[in-house]
């Protein structure tokens, strides 16, 4: 495959859309995350491609088309099904996936680094809200939040299919990539 060598980076808005086209195409059928766009969120994807690509067109190129106010769907969602830290480390596994198969540089870079600070926000503030353990949130609940997400490291994972190997994961905040 030579595709590596025509890769650029992200320039337009007609760039993140496919970019975010490409990242539904994978999470709508994913095995992990796949039914919380189709079954639980009934995601529209002709409304939400555009609103998710002035998310990142924001983020990326200096627009200011989004207004803010990510969070919100996210704890509505929660209310649903229960979105966990393996949800989101899934989530960002298929984002980089994604970004690494079509771009390369800069931004490309910065697509991936700021999903994860979101992702990371998006989950503490769910695990605050649902408590250790997914019971329900009691008084001490935000002090003792479950551990958080926890990222797959990228590359050659080698004992993640290892027989009777843990799968490899890395504490957020102790070993990430450079953001
Ligand atoms: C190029 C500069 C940046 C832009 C344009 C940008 C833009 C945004 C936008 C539009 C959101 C969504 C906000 C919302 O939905 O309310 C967001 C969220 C977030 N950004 Fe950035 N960001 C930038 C740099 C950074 C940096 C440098 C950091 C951290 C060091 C960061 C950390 C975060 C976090 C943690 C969230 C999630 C906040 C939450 O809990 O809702 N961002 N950013
Ligand atoms: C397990 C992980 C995630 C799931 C299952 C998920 C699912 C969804 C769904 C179903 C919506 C539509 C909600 C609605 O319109 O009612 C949505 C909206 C959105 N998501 Fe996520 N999401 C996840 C993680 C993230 C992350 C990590 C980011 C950012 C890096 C993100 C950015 C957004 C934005 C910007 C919107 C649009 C919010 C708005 O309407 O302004 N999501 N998400």
Redesign the pocket.
């Known amino acids: 495959m030579s595709v590596s060598s025509e890769r650029r980076d992200i320039e337009s808005r007609a760039d993140v859309e496919r970019l975010v086209r490409a990242f539904y195409g994978r999470a709508l059928k994913d095995p992990i995350i796949g039914f919380i766009f189709v079954d639980v969120a009934r995601l529209d994807l002709e409304e939400h491609v555009p609103v998710i690509s002035s ?1 990142w067109e ?2 990326l190129l ?1 627009a200011r088309s ?1 207004g ?4 919100a769907p996210h704890a509505m969602l929660n209310m649903k099904v229960r979105l966990r830290a393996g949800h989101f480390e899934r989530w960002l596994l298929l984002w980089r996936t994604t970004v690494d198969e079509l771009f390369a540089g800069e931004r490309a870079e ?1 697509a991936k680094s ?1 999903a994860l ?2 992702a ?3 989950s503490g ?1 769910l695990a605050a809200i649902n408590g250790p353990a997914g019971s329900d949130p009691g008084p001490e609940a935000g002090a003792s939040a479950g551990p958080g997400l926890v990222v797959i490291q990228p590359g050659p994972a080698p004992d993640r299919d290892a027989p009777g190997g843990e799968r490899r994961r890395d504490q957020l905040g102790d070993r990430l990539p450079p ?1």
Request: proline letters at 0%; a positive charge.
């Open positions: 998310f924001t983020i200096g989004y803010g106010g990510a969070f910065l700021h600070r979101v990371r926000a998006f503030r953001l």
